[in-house]
């Protein structure tokens, strides 16, 4: 258990406090079609869609773990690990989540021998010619709408 720990720590990532260093961290694929960032305007901040190029699905560098909280309680948590954002996030965010390409699969999974130098070269910007972004509707921003014209572009979005 403390080997998983002591790698997310080497990598850089992991819990910020009040984990229990017996916790085991595990390295996981975070599966989306696309995730929303926002870019301010003046007062008003206006969502973006951002996806791969082709539209398949991405696979985020994530951590998982199974910790006990203060009260005693198991707890189940997940995190995704981010970057510095690509020159196509960059007027959006200050950082972007960590893309990782099919080859690199088995290396993040522990699926193949690998050092934590192999796996900190993981941790880079998903080149920003794989990717597309476009303006979505503002109802983004509110938990309670789901439904699928959240994805449309903006001048196509209705409601």
């Not at 403390?2 to 996981?28: M, N, W």
């Not at 130098?117 to 910007?125: C, D, N, V």
């Not at 109802?139 to 001048?155: H, S, T």
Request: hydrophobic share 45%; aromatic share 8%; glycine share 8%.
């Amino acid at each position: 258990m403390g080997a998983a720990f002591q790698l997310a720590g080497i990598l850089g990532v992991g819990p910020s406090g009040g984990i229990e260093k017996t916790s085991l961290i595990s390295l996981i694929l975070v599966p989306f079609d696309c995730f929303y960032e926002w870019k301010k305007l003046g007062k008003e901040r206006q969502p973006y869609a951002v996806a791969l190029a082709d539209r398949r699905l991405m696979a985020l560098a994530g951590l998982w773990e199974t910790w006990r909280s203060p009260a005693g309680e198991r707890v189940r948590s997940f995190a995704i690990v981010t970057t510095a954002p690509n020159a196509l996030l960059a007027a959006l965010h200050d950082r972007m989540p960590v893309i990782l390409a099919p080859e690199s699969w088995p290396t993040w999974l522990g699926e193949r021998a690998t050092d934590p130098e192999q796996l900190k070269s993981l941790l880079k910007p998903y080149p920003a010619d794989d990717m597309v972004i476009w303006a979505v509707d503002r109802r983004v921003g509110n938990a309670n709408n789901k439904d699928p014209a959240l994805i449309e572009p903006a001048a196509a979005a209705t409601g």
